[in-house]
């Protein structure tokens, strides 16, 4: 294993590049937890031989690695209106106050949302299932990213087809541009539904989605007034949805002139958009989500922020802006940069409980066992997938632990390395049982002695699992072998990465 230089200079107030000499095992490392859900040690080892241009390169552009699996195949019938012969079939019902008929609808209606239920259901274990086995891991960090930060949710939703479409769009615009996502979540139905710009009228607007279009998703606070949502929501009626699908109603859209952020016309929601896109405040409210998400959790507005930080968003919303909001340059320059490798920024950032599950099942290679129970825990954890809490999205941070959350994030990590369960063991366990050879393997090819020597193997798992530990860590660990014998059976090297897991320092990355 490579080891780095160690870095002893301050932070970097800007994003300058990171020497090539530099970047080594613990660079490469970070890169693959932040710009993804962590890797195994060959992979880490890989990106060292890579060096760090061609490994930010491999990251950012996943449309050269081949996807195996197929598409989904999700019903997006499930929840589809009435035809009108079904309409007509109900009101003749009611009118002749048939109440066996109505009954026999209702019931169709309560069965197809039960249907629907289940299939998100399965939607939630297919995503975590893609996230742990796709090569692209930085296109499924992208689109949990934009999840929560055009976050809606299928409990008012309630239908799953929508959701997935959402899903998707996320994906196709993951590390394309902001202004072609802005523009498509206009035209979500998903979002559409989720903001209640169906209800929307040329007579009466709904101000919904206009407003949380410049708060949540482009401008912040206070980079508009309430006349740009009022005027705002005038240039959004008419945009809605049949079924799955959306509909520009031209008869329901205002076609008067309107006056949208210093901008004036017979303005429609693309118009509108752009609008947003041409203030300089939009590049840098994206780049701080986009800091927060993978860099450090400051503040949206930036109070309390190191001057560092606020000169690297800074220069962050210049590249997005240079770039008329490609989002591949300023990202290349932000993990190529010394302030994203720098030791202060690096073992920060609290896990999401999907960074926690996903990156578990990725870099330490354990069984997914049972995903049911893998996305129930990670809802337990404060994190449902296609169930964010509101529309601001997940809070993150320091919101995702307390003491309940722990106990589940240690539980599931124990769960997925041994098959033990709160009470009991998970029947995969005699099928799917955690094999420690990969991760040692690295080790025994660069230090053959050093893969039966408990003290290195030790050394080797906290900087693997954990990037930095404390003294008391290793000590721990060293009498935990000595109590078992010794020996670094596979029975030992499973239980240490339990006890490695179980460890403060691993809710981080």
Same mark, same amino acid.
């Given at each position: 294993?490579?080891?780095?230089?160690?870095?002893?200079?301050? %932070?970097?107030?800007?994003?300058?590049?990171?020497?090539?000499?530099? #970047?080594?095992?613990?660079?490469?490392?970070?890169?693959?937890?932040?710009?993804?859900?962590?890797?195994?040690?060959?992979?880490?080892?890989? =990106?060292?031989?890579?060096?760090?241009?061609?490994? /930010?390169?491999?990251?950012?552009?996943?449309e050269?690695?081949?996807?195996?699996d197929?598409?989904?195949?999700?019903?997006?019938?499930?929840?589809? $209106?009435?035809?009108?012969?079904?309409?007509?079939?109900?009101?003749?019902?009611?009118?002749?106050?048939?109440?066996?008929?109505?009954?026999? #609808?209702? =019931?169709?209606?309560?069965?197809?949302?039960?249907?629907?239920?289940e299939?998100?259901?399965?939607?939630q274990?297919?995503?975590?299932?893609?996230?742990?086995?796709?090569?692209?891991?930085?296109?499924?960090?992208?689109?949990? @990213?934009?999840?929560?930060?055009?976050?809606?949710? *299928?409990?008012?939703?309630?239908?799953?087809?929508d959701?997935?479409?959402?899903?998707?769009m @996320?994906?196709?615009?993951?590390?394309?541009?902001?202004?072609?996502?802005?523009?498509?979540?206009?035209?979500?139905p998903?979002?559409?539904?989720?903001?209640?710009?169906?209800?929307?009228?040329?007579?009466?607007?709904?101000?919904? +989605?206009?407003?949380?279009?410049?708060?949540? #998703?482009?401008?912040?606070?206070?980079?508009?007034?309430?006349?740009?949502?009022?005027?705002?929501?005038?240039?959004?009626?008419?945009?809605?949805?049949?079924?799955?699908? #959306? %509909?520009?109603?031209?008869?329901?859209?205002?076609k008067?002139?309107?006056?949208?952020?210093?901008?004036?016309?017979?303005?429609?929601?693309?118009?509108?958009?752009d609008?947003?896109?041409?203030?300089?405040?939009?590049?840098?409210?994206?780049?701080?989500?986009? *800091?927060?998400?993978? /860099?450090?959790?400051?503040?949206?507005?930036?109070?309390?922020?190191s001057?560092?930080?606020?000169?690297?968003?800074?220069?962050?919303?210049?590249?997005l802006?240079?770039?008329?909001?490609?989002?591949?340059?300023? +990202?290349?320059?932000?993990?190529?940069?010394?302030?994203?490798?720098?030791?202060?920024?690096?073992?920060e950032?609290?896990?999401? $409980?999907?960074? +926690?599950?996903?990156?578990?099942?990725?870099?330490? +290679?354990?069984?997914?066992?049972?995903?049911?129970?893998?996305?129930?825990?990670?809802?337990?954890?404060?994190?449902?997938? @296609?169930?964010?809490?509101?529309?601001?999205?997940?809070?993150?941070?320091?919101?995702?632990?307390?003491?309940?959350?722990?106990?589940?994030?240690?539980?599931?990590?124990?769960?997925?390395?041994?098959?033990?369960?709160?009470?009991?063991?998970?029947?995969?366990?005699?099928?799917?049982?955690?094999?420690?050879?990969?991760?040692?393997?690295?080790l025994?090819?660069?230090?053959?002695?050093?893969?039966?020597?408990?003290?290195?193997?030790?050394? *080797?798992?906290?900087?693997?699992?954990?990037?930095?530990?404390?003294?008391?860590?290793r000590?721990?660990?060293?009498? @935990? /072998?000595?109590?078992?014998?010794?020996r670094?059976?596979?029975?030992?090297?499973?239980?240490?990465?339990?006890? /490695?897991?179980?460890?403060?320092? *691993?809710q981080?990355?």
């Amino acid at each position: 294993m490579t080891h780095s230089a160690p870095i002893t200079r301050p %932070v970097a107030p800007g994003l300058d590049r990171l020497p090539d000499g530099e #970047f080594g095992f613990d660079q490469a490392r970070h890169l693959l937890w932040r710009a993804g859900f962590g890797g195994t040690p060959r992979q880490v080892q890989t =990106l060292v031989e890579w060096g760090l241009e061609r490994s /930010v390169d491999y990251l950012l552009n996943p449309e050269g690695v081949k996807l195996e699996d197929a598409a989904p195949t999700f019903d997006r019938d499930i929840m589809r $209106p009435a035809t009108e012969e079904e309409r007509l079939a109900y009101r003749r019902a009611q009118q002749s106050q048939d109440e066996d008929a109505v009954a026999r #609808f209702r =019931l169709e209606r309560q069965r197809r949302e039960r249907q629907d239920r289940e299939q998100i259901r399965e939607m939630q274990k297919w995503w975590l299932g893609r996230m742990i086995e796709s090569p692209r891991p930085l296109e499924e960090k992208m689109t949990l @990213f934009w999840h929560g930060h055009f976050a809606a949710s *299928y409990r008012k939703i309630e239908d799953s087809f929508d959701m997935f479409a959402q899903n998707e769009m @996320f994906r196709r615009h993951a590390l394309g541009n902001f202004g072609d996502l802005l523009r498509g979540i206009i035209r979500d139905p998903a979002m559409l539904r989720y903001l209640d710009n169906d209800r929307s009228s040329v007579r009466r607007p709904n101000e919904n +989605l206009a407003r949380e279009l410049m708060e949540l #998703f482009s401008l912040g606070e206070g980079n508009y007034e309430e006349q740009d949502i009022k005027e705002g929501a005038r240039a959004l009626t008419g945009y809605t949805f049949a079924d799955n699908e #959306f %509909v520009f109603e031209d008869r329901n859209h205002d076609k008067g002139s309107k006056n949208i952020l210093g901008r004036s016309g017979r303005m429609n929601g693309e118009d509108f958009c752009d609008a947003i896109l041409g203030r300089k405040a939009c590049a840098g409210f994206i780049a701080t989500k986009l *800091y927060r998400f993978f /860099v450090g959790d400051v503040a949206l507005t930036l109070d309390g922020a190191s001057p560092e930080a606020r000169s690297a968003i800074s220069q962050l919303a210049g590249t997005l802006q240079s770039s008329n909001y490609e989002l591949k340059p300023a +990202l290349r320059r932000l993990f190529m940069s010394a302030h994203f490798h720098h030791p202060s920024i690096v073992g920060e950032l609290i896990k999401s $409980p999907a960074e +926690l599950v996903v990156g578990a099942a990725r870099s330490l +290679l354990t069984p997914t066992r049972d995903l049911s129970v893998l996305s129930d825990a990670m809802d337990l954890m404060g994190q449902s997938l @296609f169930f964010p809490p509101s529309v601001k999205g997940w809070d993150g941070g320091r919101s995702w632990i307390n003491t309940s959350t722990l106990y589940i994030r240690q539980n599931i990590l124990t769960y997925m390395l041994t098959g033990r369960m709160p009470r009991g063991f998970d029947r995969s366990l005699n099928t799917q049982k955690f094999d420690a050879e990969p991760i040692l393997g690295e080790l025994a090819a660069g230090d053959p002695s050093g893969a039966s020597d408990p003290t290195r193997v030790i050394d *080797y798992l906290l900087r693997f699992a954990l990037g930095r530990a404390p003294d008391s860590a290793r000590d721990a660990l060293l009498a @935990f /072998v000595r109590e078992a014998g010794g020996r670094l059976t596979g029975d030992v090297i499973t239980g240490l990465l339990v006890l /490695v897991t179980a460890m403060p320092e *691993y809710q981080l990355c």
